[in-house]
DNA sequence: AAAGTTGTAACAATGTCTGTTTCAACTTTC
DNA sequence: GAAAGTTGAAACAGACATTGTTACAACTTT
């Protein structure tokens, strides 16, 4: 399985919102233009953004804008913005191990730990990266073009 | 998204093949009971950890064993061995960003590296375990149950 | 030859993701 | 105050992946 393109969305969305949002409004109808994401998915993902305290979005008038500074947001923040499975976990398990079977009643608690330590690292690589670091990288880029 | 169940579920089935196998044959029905998953699906994860050399399996007279050392098995193997999304990795990307936008040409070049260290992190953390500690861990309980 | 097992294909049931349509609520502008 | 453009949200459809189920050929042992 694979974690949804959701992710990879948002991280798009906020970095044209700082890099457009200067000289220009930004609304979902420019976002979609640019990420080739429909409109109303790329409203849902503001709305996700927007109740983790990430962006702003005005109803109305219209437009979008970064509610934190941008070396405070993490891709781990965004991560988990737009995620939908907290309370599982990343790791699915298999979901009627047999109590009569003495591997069966113990395996939980012999891979939980490893499965969220497992599930720990990648979030914690996450949280290197902040939106000031892909704003900076994607200008560079373009500046070179 | 969620890592497929068949991850928890090879883990599960290892283990017993390890633990029961010296007393008895371990067939996919035995497993079956044991995981509480289809009997048919056992024998489809027993055929992928077989292809990635992990099990040995006998057709006929029936029952697996371990086709390595234990402490030669480690959760990253079993987790690739089950593994369908070898090909595209961890994340999924939003698949028509905008040529014509500078963000949306250059969105990749920025972002694929460090999904790459991300999903390497959780790889990394998962070559750390091997199945000797899990069947260790296991028998532990067991015997202090 | 009989019984039990694996390997595999085909299909169904379920759930998730993404897109689409639709419309009420809101803000700005004229 | 009306018009135009936008957000927020609900309802539904299509595509796809996962898991379970059925069925059966191939194989091994007794």
Same mark, same amino acid.
């Given at each position: $399985?694979?974690?949804?393109?959701k992710?990879?969305?948002?991280?798009?969305?906020?970095?044209?919102?700082?890099?457009?949002g200067?000289? $220009?409004?930004?609304?979902?109808?420019?976002?979609?233009?640019?990420?080739?994401?429909?409109?109303?998915?790329?409203r849902?993902?503001? &709305?996700q953004?927007?109740?983790a &305290?990430i962006?702003e979005?005005r109803?109305g008038s &219209?437009?979008?804008?970064?509610?934190?500074?941008l070396d405070?947001i993490?891709?781990? @923040?965004i991560?988990?913005?737009? @995620?939908?499975t907290?309370d599982?976990?990343l790791?699915?398990f298999?979901?009627?191990?047999?109590?009569?079977?003495?591997?069966?009643?113990?395996?939980? #608690?012999?891979m @939980?730990?490893?499965?969220?330590?497992?599930?720990?690292?990648?979030?914690n690589?996450?949280?290197?990266?902040?939106?000031a #670091?892909?704003?900076?990288?994607?200008?560079?880029?373009?500046? @070179?073009e």
């Amino acid at each position: $399985m694979q974690i949804t393109s959701k992710f990879t969305a948002a991280v798009h969305i906020l970095t044209c919102i700082e890099i457009f949002g200067g000289e $220009m409004r930004v609304t979902s109808d420019f976002l979609s233009g640019s990420t080739g994401v429909n409109a109303v998915i790329v409203r849902n993902v503001l &709305g996700q953004l927007r109740e983790a &305290g990430i962006v702003e979005t005005r109803q109305g008038s &219209g437009g979008a804008n970064l509610a934190k500074a941008l070396d405070e947001i993490t891709l781990y @923040d965004i991560y988990k913005a737009v @995620d939908c499975t907290d309370d599982t976990g990343l790791f699915r398990f298999h979901e009627n191990p047999n109590a009569k079977c003495p591997v069966g009643r113990n395996i939980h #608690k012999v891979m @939980d730990s490893r499965l969220e330590a497992a599930q720990a690292a990648l979030e914690n690589d996450l949280k290197r990266t902040t939106l000031a #670091k892909i704003v900076a990288d994607t200008k560079k880029i373009i500046e @070179d073009e």
